[in-house]
């Protein structure tokens, strides 16, 4: 069956750095376009980043633009969103979603940016 398991969440300072990494499994991951997406508590979910299907081109939030880089590697069936000069206003949920004709997503994976 479908399924895409992020990793990679935790807690980090301010400042600090996170990887997180969307793995996907039962459908033909390099025909879907990719991206992240956060939810902070109260909050609508919001797009971070996304990618297309073979990475040529990406687009950002511009509350993140500098900071965080999407990328993917096909042959191993997986996003990554490299997370850098991390502010406490970007804690949050965050979501991995593949999306062509229809969509999936992640369960998230937990981001918390505290002193």
């Known amino acids: 069956q479908v399924q895409l398991v992020e990793s990679g969440g935790g807690l980090v300072q301010p400042g600090g750095s996170l990887r997180l990494s969307c793995r996907a499994s039962?459908?033909?991951?390099?025909?879907?376009?990719m991206s992240w997406y956060r939810q902070a508590p109260g909050k609508v979910r919001e797009l971070v980043a996304g990618?297309?299907?073979?990475?040529?081109?990406?687009n950002y939030a511009d509350s993140v633009k500098g900071r965080f880089t999407i990328s993917r590697d096909n042959a191993k069936n997986t996003v990554y969103l490299q997370m850098n000069s991390l502010k406490p206003e970007d804690t949050a949920v965050y979501y991995c979603?593949?999306?062509?004709?229809?969509?999936?997503w992640g369960q998230g994976t937990q981001v918390t940016v505290s002193s």
């Open positions: 990618i297309t299907t073979a990475g040529m081109s990406t």
């Open positions: 979603n593949a999306q062509r004709t229809v969509g999936f």
């Open positions: 039962g459908f033909t991951f390099s025909n879907y376009a």
